[in-house]
Structure formats: structure tokens, C-alpha cells
């Protein structure tokens, strides 16, 4: 369960980059939570980009065979909130985001940069 969590946050971050998001970060949250494995939070500039980030974690996701359990947000949405089971992922504009500040609120999650989710994967 664990390698499937990480290969769906790797191709999610790797998707979430591609479109230029800012400030991704990942939170493991299994220790503190028993909603996902981990939650993805980036910033887009505005609803154009994240809706370009969000298509493109869906598309990446899907070729490799996840499909999202629900979907919050629609295209003029400032925030979209998707929910693949083991990982929870957040899009924001950057002032819903401070708004929001959900870094803040799961602070008891453990910060996990992207290196190190493929160095476990190899472990």
C-alpha cells in the first residue's frame, strides 16, 4: 500500500511541477490521520493554471491506472480539492492558500521532500 501511495504522490508532484505550481509540498499524514497516506498542496497563479495543474494530475494518475474517488471544485474554483483514497490533493490560488493555511492545521504531518520518496521506493 505504502509503494502505491508514493508512486501516486511522485506522479502527482511530478505533474503538479510540470505545470509550473509553486510551493508543492508533500505531508505524510498516516501517523496522524487514518483519512490518506499523504496530502499534495501547491499554488497556481491563477484559475487557468490550476485547472492545467489539476487536468494534468488527472491525466498522469489515470495512465497509470488510479482513478480520483470525488472531485471539489469545478474550472472557476480557487481551490481544488482531489481525493485519490491514499493521497488528498490541493490546488489553491496563492491567497486562498494563505487564506486556508492547511500547513498550518496538519503541522503534526511529517514534511517529505520528493527525493525522498524515491529513496524509500529504493530501499
Excluded: C, P
Excluded at 23 to 47: F, H, M, P, R, W
Excluded at 111 to 116: A, I, N
Aim: net charge negative; proline share 0%; charged share 35%.
Amino acid at each position: 500500500m505504502e509503494n502505491k501511495s508514493r508512486e501516486m504522490v511522485q506522479i502527482a508532484y511530478d505533474a503538479l511541477d510540470e505545470k509550473l505550481g509553486h510551493d508543492i509540498e508533500i505531508l505524510k499524514i498516516n501517523e496522524i490521520s487514518v483519512i490518506a497516506d499523504y496530502l499534495i498542496i501547491a499554488s497556481g497563479d491563477n484559475q487557468n493554471q490550476i485547472t492545467a495543474m489539476t487536468d494534468l494530475v488527472e491525466e498522469k494518475l489515470a495512465q497509470a491506472g488510479y482513478t480520483n474517488k470525488r472531485v471539489e471544485g469545478n474550472k472557476n474554483s480557487t481551490w481544488i480539492l482531489m481525493d485519490y483514497g491514499d493521497v488528498i490533493i490541493h490546488v489553491f490560488s496563492k491567497e486562498d492558500r494563505l487564506f486556508y493555511d492547511l500547513e498550518r492545521i496538519w503541522r503534526d504531518g511529517k514534511k517529505v521532500g520528493r527525493e525522498e520518496l524515491i529513496a524509500r521506493g529504493r530501499e
